[in-house]
């Protein structure tokens, strides 16, 4: 079982009169920066103008630029994009790490596959809440917080885990607990679950659903719904008690033809397919794939997901949430007017 650590473990004093940059201010930036101003820690943000700048002089910052916010700061949080983090990196953090000062980032990927190489006198760590920064945020502010992966890559001080544990807790992540892992198990767990069934898998499964039904001739709208729009059904009852659970939910044949039906869409060869795509990870060929796609500037990555915005799917959902009243009202005027 993995280790996990609670708010009574952590000192709360690990960072007092320490300075904290948060670079960047995004989903997570935002969330970690607002959470530790919260816990009346000293916090900087550091960013370059566009498209959070706005949000964050909303939010009460005086902003930095990535540069200013790193010099002098104890604790330099690394919350911009992954692709973005070796320039920020290089150009404006590297000149003002400070000796046995901190860098911490919220996924392991730059640090893990070396586009990002720090000195050796200072502590290399993670905090990775396990929740998007809108939730991170939401929990906190209601006294909760959600459940953080904690990893110390290099103790240079002698003090990182302390200091670590410490910014969980600031960001409420002690509260439901923190487990214990390395860069390597949180990075390359990550980007299989992202591949092989959060977003590459669950997405061609029901594409390839949606299509198996449309091609059967039945109508597009019938296959939405049975492909698409029930899946939050599902997922939330997972989500909420596991796969137990949701079976205690569904009908006596929904659940048999789980049972008999399943592992012949998921067989030997789906789960072949998942081994060599954990391989890539593990060898680290997706992450030159990625980063080498990026230097070329993405021509793969925009095809691929102009191919899927066009997906037939797309249209039949945009017309058929038009009518769905309990989505986000601001989701459904932006439906509408599409």
């Given at each position: 079982m993995a280790k996990m650590f609670w708010e009574q473990d952590a000192n709360p004093r690990a960072l007092e009169g320490k300075r904290i940059a948060v670079i960047g201010y995004g989903s997570q930036g935002r969330a970690h920066a607002l959470n530790l101003r919260d816990r009346k820690l000293d916090v900087v943000v550091g960013l370059r103008r566009g498209n959070s700048w706005q949000?964050?002089?909303?939010?009460?910052?005086?902003?930095?630029?990535?540069a200013d916010a790193a010099k002098g700061a104890d604790v330099i949080v690394m919350l911009a994009p992954d692709m973005a983090q070796?320039?920020?990196y290089k150009n404006d953090v590297a000149p003002n790490l400070k000796a046995g000062g901190m860098l911490l980032f919220s996924h392991g990927f730059n640090i893990h596959y070396g586009q990002i190489a720090p000195p050796a006198n200072i502590d290399i760590t993670m905090v990775a809440p396990k929740g998007p920064g809108n939730l991170v945020r939401r929990q906190f502010e209601a006294g909760r917080g959600v459940p953080c992966l904690l990893a110390v890559h290099q103790d240079a001080?002698?003090?990182?885990?302390?200091?670590t544990l410490s910014y969980a807790n600031a960001i409420g992540g002690t509260r439901p607990g923190v487990i214990q892992t390395?860069?390597?198990e949180e990075t390359e767990t990550d980007l299989f679950g992202e591949q092989a069934v959060l977003c590459g898998g669950a997405r061609a499964l029901i594409q390839a659903g949606w299509e198996t039904l449309v091609q059967a001739g039945y109508q597009p709208e019938s296959a939405y719904f049975e492909c698409l729009h029930e899946l939050k059904l599902i997922v939330d009852l997972i989500y909420e008690g596991g796969i137990a659970e949701m079976h205690k939910f569904v009908s006596e044949t929904a659940k048999y033809g789980d049972l008999t039906r399943g592992n012949r869409v998921i067989d030997e060869r789906v789960r072949e397919s998942m081994?060599?795509?954990l391989e890539e990870i593990q060898t680290g060929q997706f992450a030159r794939e990625w980063v080498l796609e990026n230097q070329a500037g993405r021509p793969q990555y925009a095809k691929l997901l102009e191919r899927d915005r066009n997906h037939p799917i797309e249209k039949v959902g945009q017309e058929l949430r038009k009518q769905m009243a309990w989505l986000k009202p601001e989701a459904v005027a932006a439906q509408a007017k599409k």
């Open positions: 949000q964050a002089e909303q939010d009460g910052w005086k902003l930095l630029s990535p070796p320039a920020i001080s002698g003090h990182a885990f302390d200091r390395t860069f390597a081994k060599k795509i």
